[in-house]
């Protein structure tokens, strides 16, 4: 699912009053901070200066999005209510539910995209981005556009979908509004000032040539925004932290539930939960102390006054290293390798070095003495929630978040390192602890909405939406059929929810289960060797309408997952690639092949 800027509308005092389970002390200032981190601080980023399109009047006007966790979604129904708030009608379109033909018919399209793994377009959005770049696209000539794409900066190929689709309608003949904006994960300010920009000159536009009478607000627009959300979060309590592997598993493996009574907030199966965690104190501590800070220095953040150590606490990333930290400390340290990291053609190099230091692998590396707290901190981008996919139903259980979380645990230069919000679940969390919390919506991880058949893959912690799919179904009496496959190491330290899987395949809620240890024998089993062993059944439930759910790694058990799909098209269809290809791709289309990966 990218650096940004402090602002956010901190919880009343009141509720962070409830904030007692923590490990940490906070007083007043510091609940404030915990509250509105994520808003982020100075990204920098601000839209660059471009020669405007000649305007015209009375032109169509569509923005089209594409998202894997929402924030592309976010932003463009905030831009969809900015524009008719203007007193202009537009169209808002999901690249997932596009007619691909009509593009050649558009006029004016504002394109928000955000990019996915090494450079990849989300993935409902696959089939506009093969479209568009492919052979059939049209020619665009008088089409108007503008391209704010999101991405993260750890990545080598940052922001590449938005480039990717700006260069391609360049190609094609259209007409920029405005220079493309590319934005790291803190990328409200400048998205925000995208907004107002591209809002402001196509009002202009319309005002200067064709007076247009006024236009109703949208539902998006008037609706009034939720109490709870990601800039003003919930403190939810955890009430339930356990273990959920037995005794031996090579893993970790952990069931926590959050309390959301009187938080207003609701969800729907294959919905995630945000969490904002501040980072490990023995992280913060072991920074400064390579860096000879104290943490009593005074800081200024946009005209609040904070210590640098509440600010490497709760404001600012300290683990993960960025393009930006690396040019400040290239510049601060003038080291020769460094320097050459900056080279145009040692991206992959860059690259590397990023994904294999952490902040404070690189200060003590190469050390520097005096360094200006101010300056160092400008360098950082700000702490950003950590999504989880909820393993629960709110039909089923009322009031309550549940997730089954796998704490992320490594050895980095010969010492030990955790996530920040996984090890802080794992090792610093207790019942009653309190934690910021919002909802995240996946539109794009649905139930059916009828009792058609449904194959849930996934392996490890994947397993989670599915035990909110089963929960929802059971609690509505739904009588679909279902099928699961299931992976992970052990069948007998490792098969999470076991007994709650054997009642459902009981009750006949579950229809049929596969699961796949791989540590249990020498040739390992994964769930896409259990998928073909089932190809003829499983291409039966395709052609009955089946919906088809991935859930896990990014890396490995997607693709190949994926190609265990078309593998087993292929094969029953007794067609060719391309034609077992086009299928799945049908499938995407109809929403009825879906993933949720990372």
């Known amino acids: 699912m990218s650096a940004s800027e402090l602002s956010g509308n901190p919880l009343p005092l009141e509720q962070w009053r409830q904030v007692e389970g923590l490990t940490w002390s906070l007083d007043a200032m510091q609940i404030r901070w915990l509250s509105g981190y994520f808003a982020g601080l100075d990204a920098g980023l601000r839209l660059p200066p471009s020669q405007p399109a000649s305007f015209t009047a009375a032109r169509t006007l569509t923005i ?22 203007r007193g202009l ?15 050649a018919q558009e006029q004016d399209l504002l394109i928000i995209v955000s990019t996915y793994g090494e ?46 689709l700006d260069q391609r309608f360049e190609e094609l003949g259209a007409q920029r509004l405005a220079a493309r904006v590319d934005c790291d994960v803190d990328y409200e300010e400048p998205a925000q000032d995208w907004i107002a920009s591209i809002a402001d000159a196509l009002a202009t536009d319309v005002v200067m040539n064709h007076p247009p009478s006024a236009a109703p607000l949208s539902s998006s ?64 501590a072991e920074l400064l102390d390579a860096l000879g800070l104290a943490p009593e220095i005074d800081l200024e953040i946009k005209g609040n006054q904070c210590s640098l150590g509440e600010a490497l606490t709760y404001r600012f990333e300290v683990t993960a290293a960025t393009p930006r930290f690396l040019d400040y400390w290239t510049l601060v340290s003038d080291v020769a390798l460094l320097k050459q990291l900056q080279e145009e053609d040692r991206a992959g190099e860059r690259s590397v070095f990023l994904r294999t230091h952490h902040l404070i692998d690189i200060v003590r590396r190469f050390p520097v003495r005096h360094i200006k707290p101010q300056s160092f901190v400008s360098a950082l981008r700000p702490l950003q929630p950590r999504l989880y996919s909820l393993a629960s139903s709110l039909s089923a259980a009322p009031d309550e978040a549940h997730l089954t979380v796998a704490p992320l645990r490594y050895t980095l230069h010969g010492t030990p390192r955790s996530g920040v919000a996984s090890g802080l679940l794992a090792d610093r969390a207790d019942i009653d602890t309190v934690l910021p919390v919002y909802i995240q919506s996946n539109q794009h991880f649905r139930l059916p909405a009828t009792d058609a058949p449904i194959l849930m893959i996934g392996a490890g912690t994947g397993v989670a939406p599915y035990r909110a799919f089963l929960q929802d179904r059971e609690a509505k009496a739904a009588s679909g059929k279902s099928w699961l496959f299931f992976g992970e190491r052990n069948f007998r330290t490792d098969f999470l929810y076991q007994s709650e899987w054997q009642d459902w395949l009981k009750d006949g809620m579950l229809t049929r289960m596969d699961v796949a240890f791989s540590r249990d024998r020498a040739d390992k089993v994964y769930v896409q060797h259990r998928m073909r062993a089932q190809s003829r059944d499983i291409f039966a439930w395709l052609e009955e309408g089946a919906h088809v759910y991935v859930c896990g790694d990014a890396a490995n058990l997607a693709p190949d997952v994926h190609e265990a799909l078309i593998d087993i098209v292929a094969h029953e269809a007794h067609t060719g690639r391309e034609a077992a290809e086009d299928y799945v791709r049908s499938l995407q289309a109809d929403r009825r092949y879906q993933r949720d990966v990372y």
Do not use: W
């Open 221 to 284: 627009a008037s609706a009034p925004a939720p109490v709870h959300d990601k800039r003003n979060p919930f403190p939810a309590t955890i009430i339930e932290n356990v273990a959920i592997v037995g005794r031996g598993s090579t893993k970790e493996t952990r069931h926590v539930e959050f309390s959301l009574a009187g938080s207003g907030l609701t969800y729907e199966p294959g919905d995630a939960l945000g969490i904002a965690t501040p980072n490990d104190p023995a992280v913060v």
């Open 64 to 85: 089209l999005y594409g998202t894997e966790t929402g924030n592309a979604a976010e932003l463009a129904r905030m831009l969809d209510a900015t524009i008719k708030q």
């Open 89 to 103: 009608n537009c169209n808002l379109q999901d690249m997932a539910d596009y007619k691909i033909r009509q593009l």
């Open 119 to 164: 450079g990849e377009p989300p993935q409902p959005a696959t089939g506009f981005f093969e479209f568009a770049e492919g052979r059939k696209a049209p020619k665009l000539e008088g089409v108007r556009f503008a391209v704010l794409a999101l991405g993260d900066s750890t990545y080598e190929y940052f922001c590449h979908a938005g480039k990717r």
